[in-house]
């Protein structure tokens, strides 16, 4: 912090993730204290990146990095976080090309293979891969690779509250990917937050986390009194059409994002 307030950025927000600091006119910089965010496969994979992962610099005394490979994978692990909540731009995919035209024939494939499964991410590599190609490569497009480009190009920057809605919706479906399933418990859980979600709103419950009930109860009582008039908005924004459902369900069964879950 000091270091960013010495060069002119000013605090914006922290989180459970990251914190944001921000310069005129433009700049934008998230402190990241989390390699991950919410998805209990990738933290347990990177639980010990310390040790496991991380190496210092060759010729410097406080500057560590990834291996190529391990920075490979870790771009397709933030990657597929942000497809799970809703999207991301075009840039991802940008970046993944640039990434393997530079150093696709120094990287150990067969440590990347390894590791992907264990993330159960193998899939997901292979479509970013061939996307990036068919993008800006000789690979022919196929009717998948128009419903992958499709909902990246119209997920922004870092995606859109609707594609969250709509992947969410496929997630909570379950392993059959029941969208009328994913649906009912969507709404249920603006109602009844999950736990992660409660805790930051009340901080009692990190102690005291068997009262998560009373929080439930506690945050309906708020949301009468005083955001009465988001309660409807908010439940409407989980109103998604069947159409878009379909289309995004579909992305996710040849991603296999949530065939771990």
Do not use: C
């Not at 270091?3 to 005129?24: A, E, N």
């Not at 700049?27 to 390699?35: A, D, F, R």
């Not at 490979?69 to 597929?80: C, N, S």
């Not at 409807?232 to 579909?250: F, G, M, P, W």
């Amino acid at each position: 912090e000091k270091v960013l307030v010495s060069k002119g950025y000013v605090f914006d927000h922290d989180g459970p993730h990251h914190d944001v600091y921000q310069r005129k006119p433009f700049m934008n910089v998230e402190m990241h204290h989390h390699l991950t965010d919410g998805d209990p496969v990738a933290e347990k994979y990177y639980k010990d990146v310390w040790t496991t992962k991380v190496h210092l610099k060759k010729g410097y005394t406080s500057i560590y990095e990834f291996s190529w490979e391990d920075y490979y994978i870790y771009m397709l692990a933030h990657l597929a976080k942000h497809i799970k909540l809703g999207g991301s731009g075009i840039r991802s995919i940008i970046d993944i090309k640039i990434f393997l035209d530079k150093k696709k024939e120094e990287l150990n494939w067969d440590y990347v293979k390894e590791e992907l499964k264990k993330l159960h991410l193998s899939q997901f590599e292979y479509w970013m891969r061939q996307l990036s190609e068919v993008w800006f490569g000789t690979e022919k497009t196929t009717p998948l690779y128009d419903e992958l480009t499709e909902f990246i190009v119209d997920s922004g920057t870092y995606g859109t509250i609707k594609n969250y809605h709509a992947s969410h919706v496929v997630e909570l479906g379950g392993k059959n990917q029941n969208l009328s399933v994913g649906k009912i418990r969507s709404k249920l859980e603006i109602i009844f937050l999950p736990y992660e979600g409660m805790q930051e709103q009340y901080l009692y419950l990190e102690k005291f986390p068997f009262l998560l009930p009373v929080a439930w109860i506690q945050r309906i009582f708020r949301t009468i009194v005083w955001r009465k008039d988001k309660i409807t908005s908010t439940l409407q924004s989980t109103n998604i059409e069947q159409d878009r459902l379909e289309k995004v369900k579909k992305v996710m069964d040849a991603l296999e994002l949530f065939e771990s879950d």
